[in-house]
């Protein structure tokens, strides 16, 4: 997630159309019902807009404007809760069937 501080009230996410990480990202919106501007890259053209915002250049970069949210992200993921959040992939799931989950 990458912040702006113009005053652009879309978010804006940079994808690929088959990668999995995106396909996540748009699904995590769609579900949350976010509006959201999508621009699909090609991986050999990407945006300078995108490079900007993502000198790395991988994908999905979500671009948003929101005051302070930079400082709560930076506190947040430095700390051990965000770990714990991440771990618990059952607060992603609307319901977990074991079947899918057996070894």
């Known amino acids: ?4 501080s113009n005053n652009d009230s879309v978010p804006i996410l ?3 159309h088959n990668c ?9 919106l ?13 991986l050999d053209n990407k945006p300078l807009e995108m490079l900007e915002a993502s000198p790395k250049g991988s994908v999905p970069v979500f671009v948003i404007s929101y005051p302070n949210l ?3 992200l930076n506190g947040y993921t430095q700390s051990s809760q965000f770990s714990k959040v991440m771990k ?7 319901e977990r ?6 070894s």
Do not use: G, H, N
């Open 1 to 4: 997630m990458v912040l702006k």
């Open 14 to 16: 940079y994808s690929l």
């Open 20 to 28: 999995p990480y995106t396909i996540r990202a748009r699904l995590a």
């Open 30 to 42: 769609f579900k949350a019902q976010q509006r959201v501007l999508t621009r699909s890259i090609k």
């Open 70 to 72: 930079k400082v709560w």
């Open 88 to 94: 618990s992939y059952d607060l992603w799931l609307e």
């Open 97 to 102: 069937r074991d079947e899918y989950f057996r």
